[in-house]
Structures are given as C-alpha cells and as structure tokens.
C-alpha cells in the first residue's frame, strides 16, 4: 500500500469502521438531498444553461419515445452529437420525468457520486473528519463547480468518475469494481480512457509483482466486460466505436490550421483562466510527484493538455473551461494526500493550502454562481424565444440550416440540418476538406456553399456573435445564396432567422 500512497497518519478522533463510513456516506447523502431540495425550490423548473444539453435530451427522447428515429435530424442516429454514451443512456432512463427534469435529476445522481467519491477517497486516505469536511467543501464549491455540476452535460459525471477511478487505484482491494469503471469511465468522457489505462497499468504492475495474476486477469476481464455494450452500441448505431463529437468542432473551428504562436496564446489564456477560477488549488500539483498514483494522475493531466494544445485548444475555454473541469479529482487527490501526511510540517502545510483554496472558493463562488444564472436567462430568453417563433412560423416541410442543434430540435418539429456536423454527420467531411485554417474564409465560405447545396435549406437560424465571428450569411451570399431577414434581435446577443433561396 506504502508504494501508492507513502506513509499514512492515523485518523484524528475518529473511528474506522464500517459504521462510520456509512454515518459519513449518509451525512455526504443528506448535505446533496438538502442542495438539491433547497436549489430546486429557489429556481424552480429546471433550465439547462448550454445548447449542448439539449442535444443529449432531445436524443434521449428520440431513443425513448420515439423509437431511434429522430423527427428532427432525418435519418441520422441518436447517437451522432453525443460525447458520453453513459450520460445519456442515464438521461434516457429518466425521460418519464419530463425532458429537463430528466437532465436536471442526473445530474444531481452525478453530484451525489461525486461527493460520496471525494468521501470515499477520504476514507482511503485515513483522514479525519475536519480534512474530509474540507475536501467535500472544496470539491463542490471550487471555480465555477456550480455551473459545471449544473450545466446539463456529463462533467459532474466525468469529475465523479475520475474521483472514484483514484480512490479504488490507491485502495487496491474491490478490484472487480475498480476493472468495471476503468471499463465505463471512456464512454463518460473519452480523457477519462487514458486514465483508466494509466491506473490499470498501476495496480497491475503491482499485482504482477505480487504474483497474484488472478486478480490482474479480473480486472481486464472486469474492465472489458464494461467497455464492450457501449462499443458495441457505438459502432452499430454510429459505424464509430468512439465519439466524433470532438472531430466535428475541431473540423468546424479548424484551429490546427493556425500558426504556433496564435494557438499558443489561445492554449495559455484558457490555462491561465482556468488557474483563476480554482485558485490555490493549482499549487497542488508539484506535490503529486510525491507518490505513485499521483505521478500518473500528473502525467494524465500533462497529456490531457498537450492533446488539446495539438488539437483544438481553443475548446479549453468554452463554457467557462469546463473542459479542464475533468482534472479537478487530480487536484484533489494530491491535496488529501498532503493533508495525510504523518509528519507535521506537511500535514499543516496541507491543511493550510485546503483552508485556502475553501476560503478562495467561497469568496469567488457567487461570482461563478451568476455564470449559471446567467445561461439560464440565456436559455429562457434567447433559446426558447426561437424556436417556439421558428416553430410557429416555419412550415414543417421546409429544411432549417442551424449551428446550435439543441434547443431548437427539443423545442420545434422542424427539419433540421446542423452546419458544424455534431447532428448532421456530412458537414464534417465537408468542413474537413475545405476549412484549411479558423481564418480561412474562402474555405468557410466553400464548405458553407457546399453544405447548402447537398441539404437544399429554405431557412437558416444564426446566433449574431456566429454569424459575426465566422461571416456565415455573408458566405453564403457569396455562393449564391440569397437570404431575406424574418426575424432580427435587437442588441448584440440573439437569434437572427432567414429564409433562404438559390440567387
């Protein structure tokens, strides 16, 4: 055990048996059941503050009530746009609840393993009661943790999937739930594959070195007994065994086309951001050289970037760098180790860097709590306002160009096509050949062409800051397009519609 952890102080005054773990898990139950209740009382129907969301609701109907056909995106898969095939087989199994209650309850189900994780990792570690109520503290209100718990996507559920997959690393006992995670965790979020791969290594190579292969051979049983229904779901639905959500953006916004320096700056900014949101919590990550499994957890985190950096790094700073959200069970992994530590100096250097990074988090958390207020008014306001206009106005035979495809299939029966490609799978091949650059504008405007005239749109939905930053009406006139304004928001935030006719 020394090997994954170092030296371990003795619990404070508090006693390790099976009743009080449950005592703790229950209290951990309660504090999520009284958030739950008392947020869900304040704000009322739930309102999920990113588009994105919408796409995995929507598709949860369609695999629920509507049989795998989608009424909206003819002919492609519910699964085509989705990321973690786990959040929405979960949304999916709450449909009965109503669209956005069946996000909102997963949601917090997501919070409630997150915390009983940040416990459970507590627990392995030995920690006594105050260091477990700072952990759980930190955990939850750290950055913009609000908005990400709450933002209808599977970060809760990827930051709950990365805590346990460390704890059951450093604890090396319930292996067979160790193997089923590791199994499960690329299908929440496909980052999370390189970490059960580097903690599969761990605990095998020490199972290797104890000769006990029977263990190793449950656990690589274990781990693809997990993996292999969402491969084998994925590829027959998709012809994909992994995701291609992160190929569509990366195909769309085409930022490997940039010069070095430019996505330099771009990958820094989203780094140093996301290094604002947490605070003090970043000057953990030196002390994970400290003790094997931190080691790997570093290592994931370093490769975790240089992926992004290589491919998209941009995308690191969309939605309040939520993206980067999947290393905070790294940070806190090193941090209660530190808190750990059986020599005095580190132990109180530990509990003064926790009770930093909690006073840093809750002096910021109603700063990054109005991001999540914020988006909500987005999607009452912006969101919902047109598509029930588009769905009043627009005849449903007619074919609608979009680049948000959420809330506009959830909301109307139209007949979609998406320009970016996450539900309408050809733009990406599109976006791929003709975007050589994020500035490439005669190529934008090629790929544009071409989509329109493959999917034969009468209307076109842009959001201003899109039709601003990449000129998509402009291209689109500029390949013979002619485009009437039906619908114009004033301000410069908001949903401009046209109908759209070959010149």
């Known amino acids: ?44 129907h739930p309102l999920l503050p990113i588009d994105d969301a919408y796409i995995t609701v929507h598709d949860a109907q369609v695999l629920m009530l509507h049989g795998g056909h989608d009424p909206n995106y003819l002919g492609v898969s519910p699964l085509d746009g989705e ?71 599977e970060t809760g559920l990827a930051m709950a999937t990365g805590v346990w997959l460390l704890a059951l690393a450093l604890e090396r006992e319930h292996l067979i739930w160790f193997g089923l995670l590791c199994g499960t965790a690329p299908f929440v979020r496909p980052e999370l594959g390189l970490l059960s791969v580097l903690l599969i290594g761990v605990v095998g190579w020490q199972l290797v070195r104890a000769r006990d292969y029977r263990d190793l051979a449950l656990v690589l049983i274990a781990a693809v007994v997990a993996a292999a229904p969402w491969l084998l779901w994925s590829g027959l ?29 771009v990958f820094w900014l989203a780094f140093w951001n996301f290094g604002r949101q947490v605070g003090p919590l970043l000057l953990v ?4 050289l400290a003790f094997l499994v931190g080691r790997v ?47 005095r100096l580190w132990r109180g250097a530990g509990l003064l860097l ?41 005849p449903k035979t007619a074919v609608v160009m979009i680049h948000d495809a959420g809330y506009i299939s959830f909301g ?15 733009a990406v091949e599109l976006n791929k050949r003709d975007i050589a650059a994020e500035t490439d504008w005669p190529g934008r405007a090629n790929a544009l062409g071409s989509f329109a005239r493959l999917e034969h749109p009468q209307y076109l939905i842009v959001l201003k800051g899109w039709d601003y930053d990449f ?30 006719a070959p010149s």
């Not at 990550?285 to 994970?288: I, K, R, T």
């Not at 039906?486 to 109908?499: D, E």
């Open 1 to 44: 055990m020394n090997v994954f952890v170092g030296s371990l102080r003795h619990p404070v005054g508090s006693a390790t048996g099976p009743r009080t773990s449950l005592v703790l898990y229950l209290l951990g139950a309660g504090l999520v059941l009284t958030l739950f209740v008392a947020i869900t009382a304040l704000y009322g």
């Open 83 to 153: 990321t973690s095939l786990v959040h929405l087989a979960l949304v999916a199994l709450f449909i009965p609840l109503g669209g956005e209650w069946a996000s909102y309850v997963v949601s917090w189900l997501a919070i409630l393993a997150y915390v009983l994780g940040v416990i459970r990792l507590t627990r392995v570690l030995k920690l006594g009661f105050i260091g477990m109520a700072l952990m759980v503290g930190i955990a939850i209100t750290t950055g913009a943790m609000g908005y990400q718990l709450l933002n209808g996507l």
């Open 237 to 265: 639905a998709t012809g994909h065994l992994l995701p291609t959500t992160i190929s569509a953006k990366a195909a769309w916004f085409a930022e490997q086309g940039l010069p070095t320096s430019i996505k330099r700056h």
């Open 285 to 288: 990550a030196p002390f994970l």
């Open 297 to 343: 957890a570093l290592f994931f985190g370093l490769a975790f970037y240089g992926v992004y950096f290589y491919r998209y790094s941009e995308e690191l700073s969309f939605y309040f760098y939520r993206y980067q959200y999947v290393l905070i069970p790294v940070l806190l992994v090193g941090l209660a180790w530190l808190v750990a530590r059986s020599s």
């Open 354 to 394: 926790a009770s930093a990074s909690l006073v840093f988090a809750l002096v910021t958390f109603s700063g990054h709590w109005a991001a999540w207020t914020g988006s909500r008014k987005f999607t009452a306001t912006q969101l919902r306002p047109v598509a029930e206009w588009a769905d009043a106005h627009i």
């Open 412 to 426: 109307s029966d139209l007949h979609l096509v998406d320009l970016v490609g996450l539900k309408t799978p050809v």
């Open 471 to 500: 000129g998509i009406t402009q291209a689109l006139r500029l390949k013979g397009w002619r485009l009437t304004a039906l619908r114009v928001v004033s301000g410069p935030v908001g949903y401009n519609v046209y109908a759209m």
